[in-house]
């Protein structure tokens, strides 16, 4: 819904050639030979993978930096929680980033916003502040998404392994339930995906992971990815999450409390930001 990738669709897998003699040769022997239709594969899903591997380099205790497809992940929030979204244009175009495209241009104070304001946001986050249906007609005008994109969204609750050759992540649906509808409960136990989840592509690999013995279980489970698409009742408009509730608090505690992680400020922004200000005072 974000980027308009298909989702349901064929892994993006296969070989990785790490030489340009290699590439020449296959390229020779495929010579003259239709390519398929690039449309068939689950691009979406993919591009999700990348960015679930990203958050979880990112999580690490020295990590400084992320990448990724971080405007995936900017305009989820967005979508979410419509309290931090800049003022957004265009809210009829489709695919659903273009919604906020050149928002620089039209909200600059939004530009200069701390990282200490949406952390105090966050930690005053309501319940009823988060959508969790983010989609739904009230929200999306059906009438700008195509049908395809529609269709596909039959396997968006798949409890299954996001593919992109060496990248494999989980999409542990089960633990955000909610999202599709359904009620939440305790979630079951995480997946591990053993040293799949480390594999890298900094040294040459000629390697076919479609069959590599490391990825080819996990590429079998996005092809029966119908076997795993939640199937429960619908939840009722306020459903009790107190079993829920009690499992979260038990594991992770009551609150995140991030505005007690103190950051220093630069003076310099907090300049820029009195000079925008000035600007827009009569």
Known sequence: MIFGLPTD???????????????????????????????QYSWGSACLAHLYRSLCRASRFDCKEIDGPLTLLLCWAWMRL?????????????SLANRWRNWKRRDRVYRYLKLAHFRKALDDLQESQFLWVAYSVDRVDPDIISAEIYMHSV?????????????IEWHATDRFRRQFGFIQG????????????????????????ATATSHSFWVMQWTNRYNHVLTEEPMAPQQPLDTYMYWYRSKYGDHLNLSDLVVQEDVEGDQVMDDVNEEQEP
């Not at 020779?28 to 690039?38: C, D, E, R, S, T």
């Not at 419509?82 to 489709?94: C, D, G, K, Q």
């Not at 409890?159 to 050759?165: D, G, M, R, W």
Request: with cysteine.
């Open 155 to 167: 396997i968006w609750s798949a409890t299954v392994p996001l593919v992109s050759f060496e990248c």
């Open 186 to 209: 305790v979630p079951h136990q995480e997946r591990n995906l053993d040293r799949t989840h480390g594999e890298v592509l900094t040294s040459p690999k000629n390697l076919n992971w």
């Open 82 to 94: 419509p309290y931090l979204v800049p003022v957004p244009r265009e809210p009829r175009n489709f």
């Open 9 to 39: 669709g064929l892994p993006v897998t296969g070989m990785t050639l790490s030489s340009f003699e290699a590439l020449e040769a296959e390229c020779l022997h495929q010579f003259g030979v239709a390519p398929k239709n690039i449309g």
